[in-house]
């Protein structure tokens, strides 16, 4: 993979922040170093050879890629995958070993913390279920890289003639560019929740409309967690007063159909419902403070 070439960002350098108001980040946390604009500028910057890499590589994290500011981008420009594309080349982690898939049955939940929950889910099923582990959503961040499409191969083969069934977007994403069986815990459930909805960047939605200005974001994706924890955090604190503010009514908690979306939500102090709190037994409290 290429990082993107310093004339690819000009049209977001030279543009008057006109996608500022739809990103999450920056509605999210009050800060102009965290426009779509200021992101792109340092990355330019650096592939100009006017700045350091490491304040490039902070900045390029610092986009979740949700993709708001390209949908209202009058020149279509793509400046998530830029900067996804620029932080994947240049801070290169390939994807983890792939753990071994354990037990038999058709259905393999895929675990991506500590929460084991193929055993309920083939108590709910009637029927075996096995699991794979993995501390990377199945490599989701090394998308693009040399050792990708190896790795892609590697997982097929893997789970060859099963179906995986996920909790959250970025396994998912990472099974379907592997051509996987796979099914979404939401689906498996039939779960809908009952509160106030929330809709993730990507993967399966609740039904209801999406917030109406910035996208309630809970601070979860790409690189941000690990690269501006404190700013995640503040997202997702926003995120839920966002959901909440929003409904003439607000009433019950916040329901999310993305598990790793819940737990940052739930670590802000939101009370969340998702399918595999579900499943496991009902809605997580608040983390303490």
Not at 13 to 25: D, S, W
Not at 118 to 124: G, I, S, T, Y
Not at 283 to 289: G, K, N, V, Y
Request: charged share 20%; with cysteine; hydrophobic share 40%.
């Amino acid at each position: 993979m290429s990082p993107p070439a310093a004339a690819d960002l000009g049209p977001c350098v030279y543009c008057p922040r006109l996608c500022r108001n739809v990103c999450p980040v920056a509605v999210g946390t009050g800060r102009e170093s965290a426009s779509p604009t200021a992101m792109a500028t340092q990355v330019w910057l650096y592939l100009e050879g006017r700045t350091e890499l490491k304040l490039a590589l902070a900045a390029a994290a610092l986009c979740v890629e949700c993709g708001a500011c390209e949908a209202i981008c009058e020149v279509q420009q793509p400046l998530a995958h830029l900067l996804g594309d620029f932080r994947r080349a240049l801070s290169p982690t390939g994807p983890q070993p792939l753990a071994q898939v354990e037990g038999e049955g058709a259905l393999v939940a895929v675990e991506v913390d500590e929460r084991r929950w193929a055993e309920a889910l083939a108590a709910r099923l009637g029927k075996p279920v096995a699991r794979l582990r993995t501390e990377d959503h199945l490599g989701h961040d090394a998308t693009g890289q040399p050792a990708w499409p190896a790795h892609l191969a590697r997982l097929k083969a893997a789970l060859r003639g099963r179906t995986a069934v996920v909790s959250e977007h970025r396994s998912l994403a990472v099974l379907t560019a592997a051509g996987v069986e796979a099914a979404h815990l939401l689906d498996q459930l039939g779960w809908s929740g009952a509160g106030v909805v929330h809709q993730p960047c990507a993967g399966p939605r609740l039904p209801g409309a999406p917030p109406a200005l910035a996208l309630a974001c809970c601070g979860s994706r790409a690189a941000l967690p690990s690269a501006h924890p404190d700013l995640a955090v503040q997202l997702a604190e926003d995120c839920g007063r966002r959901l909440y503010d929003e409904r003439p009514s607000p009433e019950g908690p916040i329901c999310s159909p993305d598990s790793t979306c819940a737990r940052a939500l739930r670590e802000a102090g939101w009370t969340v419902e998702d399918p595999l709190s579900a499943l496991l037994g009902g809605a997580e409290p608040p983390a303490p403070p």
